[in-house]
C-alpha cells in the first residue's frame, strides 16, 4: 500500500462483518481490500489455548436460529458441539447456593411468578418494536426515556425476581439495568426471540459451541480473502471527496469507490472523518461498550459431572458469574468458562493475579475443593483490548435510539455501517455480525450499480 | 522535541485547566512542558471576529463566586462588562411569544408553583451530596439510577413547569433530561449554587463577559509559559514506566516525573495509556460531551433595546434558544448570541446555510423584521470541533458517578487528572477548570515532594 492504492470497496475491520461483507462483495465482481488494526481477523472473537488446546476466548456460541453461522461452519466442514447441560444448576441468592433442575430457578415462590409475569409483559412489549426502526415504535419517545432498571422497580417488587432478572441482564449486556434504555433493551430482545432464549442454553442463544473454536471460522474466511486482507493496518481518517473516499492508515492511503466500516460504534467513532458525522458522532459516544473478563480454566477431568452438576453456576453477588462446563466434546479434560460482567469487570480488571484468586474461589464455593487444583488458565479482558475497549455490544443507554438511532445504519454519503450493532434480527452476536454483512453488501450493490 | 526530552512535570492540554496547572507548577519551581493538540490555547473557550471585534465563541460568561476568574482578569489588567439585561424578555411557550419583566415567566400559576417547589425541592436534595465525593450521597445508588427525566416526570405535572424546566436542562447541559443521572444533576447544582443560579444572568452564572474577549485571557497565560507551551502536538501515548513517563506525539516523545491530563473525559480517552485503566474507559465511555452550536449575528445597531426588550430569548419548540444580547459596552453596533443545544445541535450541525436561516427566522419570530438584515455572522459548531466533539462539558449519565465517578480525579500511577469535569466547585464552568488546575499542582507538589 505504498503510495495510494485503489479498490472498489475498502472494508474497515475484519470481524465476522467486514470478512463477510467483504467475501459477498467479492462474489459480486467488485474489488475489494479489508483492513484490520489488530494483528489477526476476528474482531470480538479470539483464540488462546488452555492445556494444549484451541479454545475460544470472545464470541463462541451458536445460538437456536443461527443459520448463516450454521451454515459458515458447515461450509468449513466444521462440526457444532452441543453446550453441555446434563445435570444440576447452581444458583446462588442471598448468600445461599442451590442445586436445581430443569428450567425453574428455586427462588420464592413470588420471585417466580413476578419474574415469569415479567417474561410475558416483555414479549408483549416488545412485539411493538420494529425491528429496523425501533424509533418508530408505538410509544418509543416515553420508552427511550425509561431505563430497564426503572422498568424493573415498577415491575418486580421481591427481592429474589429482581435478583434473578439482574443476573440476567448482567450477562447478557455486561452492564446494569440503568444504564440501559428500555426501548433498545425490547429491541434487543426481539432481535433475539426474547429474555428467555437470551438466557438459555439448549434452546436459547447458546446451544451449540464450534469444534476447532468460532475463531478459526474467521480464520477460514480471511484465508479465503488472501492479499485483499491488510492486517496491523489501523485506519486513521476516512475523507470522503466529490466521487471516492481516501481512506488514511500509518502504512499509506487506499482509494476506494465506497468504504464499509464494520465496527462497534465506539470504536468507528475514533477514526476521523474529516468532516464530522453529528448523529454519529454521538453514536459513538452514547453507546458505551459492556465490560467483560472471560476466564477459561482447565481440570484433569470434568470432576462436577461426576457429582451430578452441569457445570452451570448463576450468583447474584458473585463477581465471576455466569459459569459453564466447556470441557471438550470427548472429555479427555475438564474446562469451565465464566465471566466478570459489568461493573465486576472494571473492579477486577486491573490485577491479574487477585482475579484468578477469585475465579478459584468462586468455583471452590461452587463445585467443590477439587476446582482449587486446576490445570490450566486462560483469560480475555476485553476491556484491556485496545481495539474493542469493552465487549460484548456496545449498549443503548436511555434517549439515543430516538435522538440518534437511525444514524445506525444510514450511509453517510459514500461511507456504510456494518458489525452485529448495526442488525436488525440476532445483534449483539456473531450471527448479527453476519447479517449486517449481507445487508451492508446488498446496500452496496444497490448504491454501485445506479 | 526532535530524540526524547525531559521535564518535571508534562501537561497534557492548554485549555484553561491546563494552562493554570502548568503556571502554577511553574511557580513551585518545577521544570513544565505544556502540549496542545489544537493549533491554539483555548481548548473549549475559543475567539472569532464579528464586525471587525473580537468576540468569543466558546466559553465567555463570568459567573457570581468565579472567584479566580476575576482575579485572573484583574492580574490581565481587563475588565469585566456586565450582562446587558435591561428590559423584558421573551418566552416562547406553546407556540406563542411572550414579553414579560423581572423573574418570574408568564407561565400559569400552576406551572410556576410547581417549577417553585421544585427547584426548593432540588436544594434540599442537592445538600446531600459531598461535594468531592457524590457518591458517598445518603441515597446515591437510589439517586445514580434515577433519571433527571424520571425525577421530572414524578415532580412536574403540569405542560407548563415541564417546558420550563426541559429549557433550563438544554440550556445548562445540552443535552436531554432522559440522558442525565438525578445524582449527577444534583452534583452539577451544587458545585454551581443552584438550578436557579445556572439559569440566571446577573446573579447567578452569566453575570459578566470579558472585555476583549474570554480567549485572550488563555492568550496571556499562554503567553506566560514561553517556549514550554507547544502547539499542534497531540498526544498519541502515555506509557508509565517504573519511575518516569513517557509521552509519545507525533512529534517526538518527552519523558516527564509525572503527567497531568487536563482534558475532557471522552477527549481523555481517546489517548492510549499502554496499559488501560479500566475505570477510566469506562469514564471516557460513559461520559458523553453535551451537544452545542454557538451563533453570534451583528446589526448595525442593538435594535431591539429601542423596543424595552433585554434580547433574552427561550423557546420551548425553538431549535436556537437560548438567545442572549452580546452587544459591545459601548453599543456602536448590537449583537445577539444563541445557542443550539443537545438533540437540535445534532439536528442542525449539517448544513451551515440552512442553520443561518433557522437562525434569522428565530430571531425575526423575536425581535421583529429589523432581526432580518444582519451585518455579520459567527459560529463555531462544537460537535464538529474535531478535539472537543462536543460542549460544554461530559454528562453524568445514570450509574456512572457511583460505578466508576472516583477515577474523576484519582491518580492512575504518575497520571494525574484536571479539567471543569473534575472540579468539585464550579464545575462545567472556567472557574472550576482554574480550581482544578489549583488542585492538580497542589496535589503534585505534595507527591513530588515525598
Known sequence: ???????????????????????????????????????????????????????????????????????????????????????????????????YDGLIPPASVTALVEMQSALWRLRALQRRVPPDAPWDAHGADALDRLSVDAWQARWLRSRGARALFDIGVRAVFCGTPRQLSMLGFLHYLRANRDFDALLSTTDGAQAWTVDGGMHALAVRMGAALGDA???????????????????????????????????????????????????????????????????????????????????????????????????????????LIGFFDGPEAVHWSGDAQARRREVIATLVRAFGPEAAEPLDYAEKDWIADPWSRGCYTGLWTPGTLTEVGSALRAPCGRVHWAGTETATEWCGYIEGALASGDRVADELRHAMAS
Not at 467475501?23 to 479489508?34: D, H, P, Q, S
Not at 489477526?40 to 488452555?50: D, E, H, K, N, P
Not at 453514536?283 to 476466564?295: D, N, T, Y
Open 1 to 99: 500500500m505504498s503510495a495510494e492504492s485503489h479498490c472498489d470497496v475498502a472494508v474497515i475491520g475484519a470481524g465476522f462483518a467486514g470478512l463477510r461483507t467483504a467475501l459477498r462483495l467479492r462474489e459480486a465482481g467488485l474489488l475489494v481490500r479489508v483492513l484490520e488494526a489488530r494483528d489477526r481477523v476476528g474482531g470480538r472473537s479470539a483464540a488462546a489455548t488452555l492445556n494444549g488446546r484451541t479454545i475460544d476466548v470472545g464470541g463462541q456460541w451458536v445460538g437456536v436460529g443461527h443459520e448463516r453461522l450454521r451454515a459458515l461452519a458447515e461450509s468449513c466442514d466444521t462440526s457444532l458441539v452441543p453446550q453441555y447441560t446434563a445435570g444440576s444448576k447452581l444458583l446462588e441468592l442471598g448468600g445461599r447456593m442451590r442445586r
Open 229 to 335: 486482507l491488510q492486517l496491523d493496518t489501523p485506519v486513521r481518517q476516512i475523507e470522503q471527496q466529490a466521487d471516492s473516499v481516501v481512506v488514511h492508515t500509518p502504512r499509506g492511503a487506499l482509494r476506494a469507490s465506497r468504504v464499509v466500516v464494520a465496527m462497534a460504534p465506539p470504536a468507528a467513532g475514533r477514526i476521523d472523518y474529516a468532516v464530522t458525522l453529528p448523529a454519529r458522532e454521538q453514536l459513538a459516544q452514547r453507546m458505551p461498550m459492556g465490560s467483560v473478563i472471560k476466564v477459561l480454566v482447565a481440570y484433569a477431568k470434568p470432576f462436577w459431572r461426576a457429582n451430578g452438576l452441569s457445570g452451570e453456576f448463576v450468583g447474584d453477588a458473585a463477581a465471576f458469574s455466569p459459569v459453564f462446563d466447556a470441557s471438550p466434546a470427548d472429555a479427555s479434560h475438564g474446562a
